[in-house]
């Protein structure tokens, strides 16, 4: 019996102490695995932590480039202003004044030339210049040189021929001497209608395309001043000159202060 005994004693503890391996290796191994998955979850959060920090790099790279784009252009400003400085641009008078002296200077190239207008298209024949010198001589009470007044050119503006319902194209024509081309305005402004072939035929001044305009622009004054019957001039390069009275001529640059002058007569 008691041999028997002890064999369960010896059984008993063995049972046990294979059980208290298990239960110890059950919490090694639970153990084990939430190690594991706080490691997991903190690789997460490191890959996370990782991302923004990628994305905040990105962000401050972006925004030291366009930090250095700016300097960049604040020191071509910085540049630019210290040219102007010492080479300022030129000012709105400044550019008025550069248009005023070209115009002046297309002027003097043109002073010997004169328009005309209302030549009825290919009146001129094939020679433009013999045919001026006829119109001279007829139209005009003024002598007309043996062989005409020298011509250097003459032409119609524009290159196209229009169509007859059209208004005729100009004629230019460029005197030699300035004195011939001054007989010829003198003569067509002491004639009170010229006319070839049944059309009224006007003669002017060339002048360039700033100073057309601004004498243009004293037309309604001029109308005016014919319907009160007031002598006036209009002077180079556009001054409207009024004379009244037995005083001096009063002088406008301004048309309405030319206008008002003249509705008070």
């Not at 490191?46 to 300097?71: C, D, F, M, P, Y």
């Not at 910085?78 to 400085?85: N, R």
């Not at 081309?181 to 004639?191: E, F, V």
């Not at 010229?194 to 004293?218: C, H, L, N, Y």
Request: aromatic fraction near 6%.
């Amino acid at each position: 019996m008691l041999a028997d005994e002890s064999g369960e004693s010896e059984t008993t503890d063995i049972e046990q102490t294979l059980c208290e391996d298990e239960a110890g290796t059950d919490i090694s191994n639970r153990m084990l695995f939430d190690m594991l998955r706080k490691i997991s979850t903190e690789m997460e959060d490191l890959k996370t932590i990782k991302q923004t920090t990628a994305s905040v790099e990105a962000k401050l790279s972006s925004l030291l480039t366009r930090v250095t784009e700016v300097e960049e252009r604040v020191s071509e400003l910085e540049d630019t202003l210290m040219q102007h400085k010492g080479n300022p641009p030129p000012t709105k008078a400044d550019m008025e004044d550069i248009l005023e002296r070209l115009a002046m200077a297309e002027d003097r190239s043109r002073r010997n030339n004169l328009r005309f207008v209302g030549f009825a298209e290919g009146v001129e024949g094939r020679d433009i210049i013999v045919f001026l010198n006829k119109f001279f001589a007829s139209a005009f009470d003024t002598d007309v040189p043996v062989g005409g007044f020298e011509i250097e050119r003459a032409h119609r503006i524009r290159a196209r021929r229009p169509a007859p319902s059209d208004r005729p194209r100009t004629i230019i024509a460029a005197f030699l001497r300035h004195q011939d081309r001054q007989r010829i305005l003198q003569a067509a402004r002491g004639t009170r209608r010229i006319e070839w072939e049944g059309k009224q035929v006007m003669i002017f001044p060339d002048f360039s395309r700033e100073t057309q305009d601004k004498r243009a622009s004293f037309r309604q004054c001029k109308k005016a001043l014919h319907e009160r019957k007031i002598k006036f001039s209009l002077l180079y390069p556009a001054l409207l000159s009024i004379k009244v009275g037995e005083g001096a001529p009063r002088v406008f640059d301004n048309p309405q202060s030319a206008m008002d002058f003249i509705q008070k007569r």
